[in-house]
C-alpha cells in the first residue's frame, strides 16, 4: 500500500511539473491555448497566482513574472497587441493663445503625426493654468465630440473625422459649428484651471473613428503599410493617450510626474487599459466605464460579454468575442486589469441609475484587485463596503457614487480634483 501511494504521489507531482513547463513554455512562445481549452474559473481569478498555478508572493516576483504575464493575456484574449510608439513621431503646436479663459490660462492646439501623409493625426488640446509656481499637473483622456465642443472658442480646429449624428451639431456623419462649445461642462476645463490642473484632450475619431469599419483610422494605416496587429479600437485609442503623453513630457508647462488619465464610458475603458499599460500615467480615472472596463466580465448585472461584442465588434480583438458563451473560460478578470496599475492610484466612479455599467460589481473589482496593492505596500481600498451615495472613498483605491445617470458632469470633476489632490498634492499657486 505505501508503494501504491508513494507511485501515486510521484504520477501528480510530475503531473504538476510538466504542466509548469508547459506554462512556462507558453508564454516564452507568447502563444496561449484555445479558448476552449482554458479552464473553467467561477469566480474572478487570483491576480497572485500565475498562469501555471504558481503563487507570486513578493514584489520581485510579481513585477517580473506575473505582470508582464498578464499584460500578454490581456492584450491575446481581449484588447489585442497594439504596436509599439512609431520611430518616428513630431509635435507641430498650432496655435497658442495665452489670454484663454479671460486670461486665466493658455491654450495650445498640437498636431501628433508619425512620419505619414496616410496615418490619421491626433490634434491634442491642452489648456494650462497661468497662475502657478511650478509645472502643472494633467487631466488627459479621449473625447466623444471634438475639441471644438469642449470650449467656448470659434479658432479651436473643427474636427474633419467620421462622427455620430447624434452628437450635437453634426450632420452626415461630420461636426459642424453648430457644435462648437456645446459641451463645455463634460470636460469642466475652467473648473481644472481654476484648481491649478492643466487639461489635454483628443477626439477619438481624428485617430480611430468609432466605427466597425474605419478605412481612415490608425488600425488601418498599419494594416495598409503591411504590419497587421490584432488590435481592437479600445487599444487604438489607448495607444493614441500613450502618444499624448509623449508631448506632454517634453512641454515645460506641464510636471509629466503628475498625469491622470480620465475618460467616460467607452473611453473610461480606454483610460484604464492605458493606465495598466503605460506607466507615466501617474492616476487613472475611469468613470462609468462598465463591462470592458472596470465591470467584472463574469457579472450578472448589466452588460455582458456577449452584449458589448455584439454592439461594437470594433472595440476588441478577434479572441474576446470567442468568450461571448464561455465567459467563466477568461484567465483574468477586469481586477487583474486594475492590478497592473499597482502601486498608482485608482478612482472608480459610477452612478445610481446606471445600473447598465454594474456598480456594485465593479466596487467588487477593486476589492479583488486589492491583495496586489497590499503585496506591494501601497495601500489598497480602505473601505469594507460600498460607500454611500455622495461619499469619496479616497483611499489608493478609490471609489464614488452618485445619483444621476450615464453623464460626465462638473460635480464629477470636482471628485477628481478632490482625488488628485489627495494623491498628487494640491497644485502650488
Not at 514584489?59 to 505582470?67: D, E, G, L, M, P
Not at 509599439?84 to 495665452?98: G, L, M, S, T
Not at 479583488?368 to 483611499?395: C, F, H, Q, W
Request: charged residues 25%; contains cysteine.
Amino acid at each position: 500500500m505505501k508503494r501504491a501511494l508513494s507511485f501515486d504521489l510521484a504520477n501528480t507531482l510530475l503531473a504538476l511539473l510538466l504542466l509548469s513547463v508547459l506554462a512556462a513554455n507558453l508564454l516564452a512562445a507568447d502563444t496561449w491555448p484555445e479558448v476552449s481549452q482554458l479552464p473553467l474559473r467561477l469566480g474572478p481569478p487570483d491576480p497572485l497566482v500565475m498562469f501555471n498555478g504558481q503563487p507570486v508572493t513578493s514584489k520581485k516576483q510579481w513585477v517580473n513574472q506575473r505582470r508582464p504575464e498578464l499584460k500578454k493575456l490581456f492584450a491575446h484574449y481581449m484588447y489585442g497587441t497594439a504596436p509599439p510608439a512609431p520611430a518616428k513621431i513630431e509635435f507641430a503646436v498650432e496655435r497658442v493663445d495665452k489670454n484663454f479663459i479671460g486670461g486665466k490660462a493658455t491654450k495650445k492646439e498640437v498636431t501628433i503625426s508619425f512620419g505619414s501623409d496616410i496615418a490619421p493625426r491626433i490634434h491634442l488640446l491642452l489648456v494650462t493654468p497661468n497662475q502657478r509656481k511650478r509645472p502643472a499637473p494633467v487631466f488627459v483622456g479621449v473625447n466623444f465630440c471634438g475639441n471644438h465642443a469642449l470650449v467656448d472658442d470659434p479658432t479651436v480646429r473643427l474636427t474633419t473625422a467620421w462622427m455620430y449624428d447624434r452628437q450635437i451639431g453634426a450632420t452626415n456623419n461630420r461636426a459642424t459649428d453648430a457644435g462648437r462649445g456645446k459641451q463645455i461642462d463634460v470636460w469642466a476645463i475652467e473648473q481644472s484651471i481654476d484648481r491649478g490642473y492643466a487639461a489635454a484632450t483628443f477626439y477619438s475619431g481624428d485617430l480611430e473613428p468609432d466605427k466597425a469599419d474605419a478605412p481612415e483610422g490608425i488600425r488601418r494605416s498599419y494594416a495598409n503599410a503591411g504590419k497587421n496587429f490584432d488590435w481592437g479600437a479600445i487599444a487604438a485609442w489607448a495607444w493614441g493617450l500613450s502618444r499624448a503623453v509623449d508631448y506632454l513630457a517634453t512641454d515645460k508647462d506641464i510636471d509629466a510626474k503628475r498625469i491622470a488619465v480620465v475618460g467616460h464610458s467607452r473611453y473610461g475603458k480606454t483610460a484604464l487599459l492605458a493606465a495598466a499599460f503605460d506607466e507615466r500615467m501617474a492616476l487613472a480615472i475611469p468613470l462609468q466605464a462598465g463591462c470592458g472596463g472596470t465591470a467584472p466580465s463574469r457579472g450578472k448585472v448589466g452588460e455582458s460579454v456577449k452584449q458589448i461584442n455584439n454592439g461594437f465588434p470594433h472595440w476588441f480583438n478577434a479572441e474576446f468575442k470567442k468568450f461571448n458563451e464561455q465567459v467563466d473560460r477568461l484567465p483574468f478578470d477586469q481586477h487583474c486589469l486594475v492590478a497592473l496599475c499597482a502601486p498608482r492610484p485608482v478612482l472608480f466612479s459610477n452612478a445610481v441609475e446606471d445600473s447598465w455599467a454594474n456598480p456594485t460589481g465593479q466596487f467588487e473589482v477593486l476589492q479583488a484587485a486589492n491583495p496586489v496593492y497590499r503585496l506591494l505596500k501601497a495601500g489598497g481600498l480602505d473601505a469594507a463596503r460600498m460607500p454611500e451615495t455622495g461619499k469619496l472613498i479616497d483611499s489608493q483605491l478609490g471609489y464614488y457614487i452618485r445619483p444621476g445617470k450615464h453623464s460626465m458632469t462638473k460635480d464629477d470633476w470636482k471628485i477628481f480634483l478632490d482625488f488628485a489632490d489627495r494623491h498628487f498634492g494640491k497644485p502650488k499657486r
